[in-house]
């Protein structure tokens, strides 16, 4: 599994412009099942994704697509994290 850190480089004003493309493009990660969840960070400084894609070069090539990314609105810090303990409600995302 992999944690996606986005901080914006730019300001509110213009990542609202591309938004409504960003929340577009998360969707059709959701659908392609490379993400599994994502938000908002807060203070509002950027966000959170959750990829279990496999291989870290396949998530770079998907966030590449980032409406964000696109129009160098934020930085990516991509780590890498092996769940071994979960609740009941997220077992599936425990690597054994």
């Known amino acids: 599994m992999f944690i ?3 901080t914006y480089i730019s300001n509110l004003e ?3 412009k591309i938004l409504p493309l960003h ?4 969707k059709t990660q959701y659908e392609k099942g ?4 994502s938000g908002r960070r807060i203070p509002r400084v950027g ?9 870290i070069e396949k998530l770079k090539k998907v966030l590449n697509d980032d409406p ?4 160098n609105l934020a930085k ?4 890498e994290f092996i769940p071994s303990m979960t609740s009941e409600e997220f077992k599936n995302l425990k690597e054994e």
Do not use: P, Q, T
């Open 47 to 55: 966000g959170i994704i959750l990829s279990k894609l496999d291989k």
């Open 23 to 26: 929340v577009e493009y998360l």
């Open 68 to 71: 964000f990314k696109i129009n």
């Open 4 to 6: 996606v850190s986005l």
């Open 34 to 37: 490379n993400f599994i969840a």
């Open 76 to 79: 990516y810090e991509i780590e």
């Open 14 to 16: 213009e990542v609202d």
